[in-house]
């Protein structure tokens, strides 16, 4: 199973996002640990959305006398949570929160964190874990403070449907259960919950094994907070202390904002630099473009000469061949008229000697021929 973006897969995600997510089941597994079992031998708890299974798994060890049971509706999920996390007093079933497969005051405890958001019918949720949980029954449910999640921030989250400020998550709640205490949970050194209520503050305790304890925010104003907390049931809500979390390691949210925020404010005051260096990239842009036209141009003419000179050197190649015959036909001839000269000769010459005789007798018999006068 991977990291989507909304559903927390251990292993998977930044350090403030997973201790942010565990640090509510902590809360929760605290409180569990302190509840009676009533009648029951075991006290009942649902973690209504549980996704990995890593928080029902939290709180199925916060006592000895714990059953707890994970519902989700991804069988994706509920099949990670069932490998990772196999224990004799924890289960996982397949559901939809806004139809609880399970009888009335089945639970004492129902735990729904980081869900309500996501539902159209928030209210309908709600009543349905009313009805699943005894008379007496405790519902320990979490949703981002829409104005500071969002609307400080400035960010909408896609897999939600709903946010609630901390008087619209009461009004919510207030139908359905009309004994409620709101904590705040904050990102500090560590991660604390506290009352909403200023007058409910006590000292905090830390968790043991992530750290030492430290006073807890003595109340916030409803507009601070991070996230909402709420304890709610249709008789009496029990005494819960302001509690902090403290993990081997996290990040201060705002602190982080707030030097992400003087970031944006630096950058803001070099935007005349950064126009600047834009409009000279711009220009450079151009002048690259127009100097790559002038690039494909030369391709063009040198492309268009190396055409010419290859079509020059194969005519040169044709006329070397031409010439080199005809110079082979001018030996030819040469020979054959050296040869015809040679026979010439020969046969003038032997015309002349054949030739003497004849003169000589002439001229013998015209001497004779005068001496003798006739």
């Given at each position: 199973?991977?990291?989507?973006?909304?559903?927390?897969?251990?292993?998977?995600?930044?350090?403030?996002?997973?201790?942010?997510?565990?640090?509510?089941?902590?809360?929760?597994?605290?409180?569990?640990?302190?509840?009676?079992?009533?009648?029951?031998r075991?006290?009942r708890?649902l973690?209504?959305?549980?996704?990995?299974?890593?928080?029902t798994?939290?709180?199925?060890?916060?006592?000895?006398?714990?059953?707890?049971?994970?519902?989700?509706?991804?069988?994706e999920?509920?099949a990670?949570?069932?490998?990772?996390?196999?224990?004799?007093?924890?289960?996982?079933?397949?559901?939809?929160?806004?139809?609880?497969?399970?009888?009335?005051?089945?639970?004492?405890?129902?735990?729904?964190?980081e869900?309500?958001?996501?539902?159209?019918?928030?209210?309908?949720?709600?009543?349905?874990?009313?009805?699943?949980?005894?008379?007496?029954?405790?519902?320990?449910?979490?949703?981002?403070?829409r104005?500071?999640?969002?609307?400080?921030r400035?960010?909408?989250?896609?897999?939600?449907?709903?946010?609630?400020?901390?008087e619209?998550?009461?009004?919510?709640?207030?139908?359905?259960?009309?004994?409620?205490?709101?904590?705040?949970?904050?990102?500090?050194?560590?991660?604390?919950?506290?009352?909403?209520?200023?007058?409910?503050a006590g000292?905090?305790?830390?968790?043991?094994?992530?750290?030492?304890?430290?006073?807890?925010?003595?109340g916030?104003?409803?507009?601070?907070?991070?996230?909402?907390?709420?304890?709610?049931?249709?008789?009496?809500?029990?005494?819960?202390?302001?509690?902090?979390?403290?993990?081997?390691?996290?990040?201060?949210?705002?602190?982080?904002?707030?030097?992400?925020?003087?970031?944006?404010?630096?950058?803001?005051?070099?935007?005349?630099?950064?126009?600047?260096?834009?409009?000279?990239?711009?220009?450079?842009?151009?002048?690259?473009?127009?100097?790559?036209?002038?690039?494909?141009?030369?391709?063009?003419a040198?492309?268009?000469?190396?055409?010419?000179?290859?079509?020059?050197?194969?005519?040169?190649?044709?006329?070397?061949?031409?010439?080199?015959?005809?110079?082979?036909?001018?030996?030819?001839?040469?020979?054959?008229?050296?040869?015809?000269?040679t026979?010439s000769?020969?046969?003038?010459?032997l015309?002349?000697?054949?030739?003497?005789?004849?003169?000589?007798?002439?001229?013998?018999?015209?001497?004779i021929m005068?001496?003798l006068?006739?």
């Amino acid at each position: 199973m991977e990291f989507t973006g909304e559903r927390v897969i251990p292993g998977q995600v930044d350090a403030d996002l997973w201790n942010e997510h565990l640090s509510r089941y902590a809360f929760a597994a605290r409180l569990v640990g302190r509840l009676p079992a009533g009648k029951r031998r075991r006290l009942r708890v649902l973690d209504a959305g549980c996704g990995s299974g890593y928080g029902t798994a939290l709180l199925a060890a916060a006592a000895p006398g714990v059953k707890a049971i994970g519902v989700d509706i991804s069988e994706e999920a509920l099949a990670w949570a069932a490998g990772h996390y196999p224990a004799p007093n924890l289960r996982f079933h397949p559901g939809d929160c806004l139809a609880l497969p399970f009888a009335d005051h089945e639970f004492d405890v129902v735990v729904a964190f980081e869900m309500i958001e996501h539902l159209a019918d928030a209210a309908g949720f709600l009543k349905e874990a009313a009805r699943v949980l005894a008379p007496a029954g405790l519902l320990i449910a979490s949703t981002p403070n829409r104005r500071y999640y969002s609307e400080e921030r400035g960010y909408t989250n896609p897999f939600h449907t709903r946010e609630y400020d901390a008087e619209e998550f009461d009004r919510l709640l207030e139908p359905f259960f009309p004994c409620r205490m709101t904590f705040v949970q904050n990102h500090a050194a560590a991660i604390s919950f506290s009352p909403l209520d200023r007058g409910q503050a006590g000292a905090a305790r830390g968790e043991a094994g992530f750290g030492p304890g430290q006073a807890a925010d003595p109340g916030a104003a409803p507009d601070e907070p991070h996230f909402l907390v709420a304890l709610a049931s249709r008789q009496q809500v029990p005494a819960a202390e302001p509690y902090v979390f403290v993990p081997s390691s996290a990040n201060v949210l705002r602190e982080r904002e707030t030097h992400i925020g003087a970031l944006e404010k630096e950058l803001a005051g070099g935007t005349s630099g950064i126009r600047q260096l834009q409009q000279e990239h711009e220009e450079t842009v151009t002048w690259a473009r127009g100097l790559e036209g002038e690039l494909g141009k030369a391709r063009e003419a040198l492309e268009a000469r190396q055409q010419e000179l290859d079509e020059r050197t194969l005519w040169a190649l044709q006329l070397d061949r031409e010439i080199e015959r005809l110079e082979n036909l001018a030996l030819g001839l040469q020979r054959e008229y050296s040869k015809q000269r040679t026979a010439s000769a020969t046969r003038l010459l032997l015309d002349l000697l054949w030739g003497i005789p004849s003169i000589v007798y002439g001229a013998f018999g015209f001497v004779i021929m005068q001496l003798l006068g006739l």
